[in-house]
């Protein structure tokens, strides 16, 4: 992330007993543009906010509706214990960034903007996760149309490769989306050289 974001309407939660201290960072996030809820009960799942900070002290396992650090969004944990199980919980529930207790102003935006910028980057690399799994599983496509193309146009399979390369490359799609169509008989077969 290249630039600081703007909170302003954007909606927190606060998953801690309210005291002093949840007075304190409302009033921070309120400063910052943030809509704040408070509340020391189960997130809603349905209806989730922007950004999520969460007692990590005395958090549990149910307190957010999801399962290991796939969060659907930003998390901060409020911490102020140095139990190495209170860490590893936090870690679990899918946490980017850690705001100590007792809570100062100057902490919040910075973990905020850290919060934010750690969530995209684990977007990202789940979304190329996702796209080179995708195409590890439509490798065998790849290699029965580089067959396919041997076979027809009598070429080895380095020469039926770069013309299978080459089609992808002219159609600016992925070579196992071109693959596809040509064993599925959508795609004629490219010519060689």
């Known amino acids: 992330m290249k630039e ?7 909606r927190a939660t606060i998953l801690h007993r309210p005291e002093a201290a949840t007075e304190r960072l409302t009033r921070q996030l309120r400063l910052l543009g943030f809509r704040v809820t408070v509340q020391w009960a189960t997130l809603d799942a349905v209806v989730l906010p922007d950004v999520v900070l969460v007692d990590a002290d005395q958090g549990w396992d149910e307190l957010l509706p999801w399962n290991g650090a796939d969060a659907p969004l930003p998390v901060v944990a409020l911490l102020g ?6 860490i590893a919980w936090l870690m679990e529930q899918g946490s980017c960034t850690i705001i100590s207790k007792p809570v100062t102003a100057s902490a919040v ?6 919060a934010v910028s750690i969530y995209k ?8 996760l996702q796209l080179l799994e995708e195409r590890v599983r439509l490798r065998p496509l790849v290699h029965a149309a580089v067959q396919k193309i041997m076979e027809a146009r009598q070429l080895d399979e380095e020469q039926a490769y770069k013309i299978l390369r080459a089609r992808a490359m002219q159609k600016r799609l992925p070579m196992e989306q071109v693959a596809a169509s040509i064993v599925g008989g959508a795609e004629p077969l490219p010519e060689a050289g």
Not at 109 to 114: G, I, K, Q
Not at 121 to 128: I, N
């Open 4 to 10: 600081t974001p703007n909170f302003t309407g954007w």
């Open 121 to 128: 980057e684990r977007q990202a690399v789940r979304s190329r």
């Open 109 to 114: 935006y910075p973990a905020l903007v850290m």
């Open 81 to 86: 214990s140095e139990a190495p199980g209170r």
